[in-house]
């Protein structure tokens, strides 16, 4: 909050343990009600997977409703957040994967590896066709 100015969140996300849970769930959902007015709380425990959100309504705490893939949404991101490979993850709203940093770049080096692929093959082609041999039946 120092960096934003006093600014509470308008968004937050509790990663919990075995030892923060019952806090998380009580007391800090509290004060983010009460004091932060966080317009989204959500909570997420990695080990058994727990996974809830809430929308402040009327000043309390509202449980979000999942959608048919078991995602919430949020408005304040845009996004849904949902559970995907046993990871908290964020969603579009038509439901697709928001890639991670290191999983764009990935992609793009597959892409970049493919391509380079394809224009291999189709510069090998073009060269057994001036050697009159026709790649589509070898």
């Known amino acids: 909050?120092?960096?934003?100015?006093?600014?509470?969140?308008?968004?937050?996300?509790?990663?919990?343990?075995e030892s923060t849970a019952q806090t998380d769930k009580g007391i800090k959902k509290k004060i983010?009600?009460?004091?932060?007015r966080a317009p989204y709380y959500f909570w997420f425990d990695?080990?058994?997977?727990?996974?809830?959100?809430?929308h402040l309504g009327d000043g309390k705490y509202q449980p979000l409703q999942a959608n048919a893939q078991g995602h919430l949404w949020s408005k304040q991101l845009g996004l849904y957040l949902g559970i995907h490979q046993e990871l908290l993850r964020r969603f579009t709203p038509d439901g697709q994967l928001v890639l991670t940093p290191e999983e764009t770049i990935v992609q793009a080096q597959e892409t970049i590896v493919k391509a380079q692929a394809q224009e291999r093959v189709e510069r090998l082609a073009a060269k057994l066709r001036e050697l009159?041999?026709?790649p589509d039946t070898i």
Request: net charge negative; glycine share 6%.
């Open 1 to 17: 909050m120092w960096e934003e100015y006093g600014k509470y969140p308008h968004v937050v996300v509790e990663i919990m343990s």
């Open 32 to 36: 983010y009600q009460d004091t932060f």
């Open 46 to 54: 990695p080990y058994t997977l727990e996974f809830a959100g809430f």
């Open 132 to 134: 009159n041999i026709d």
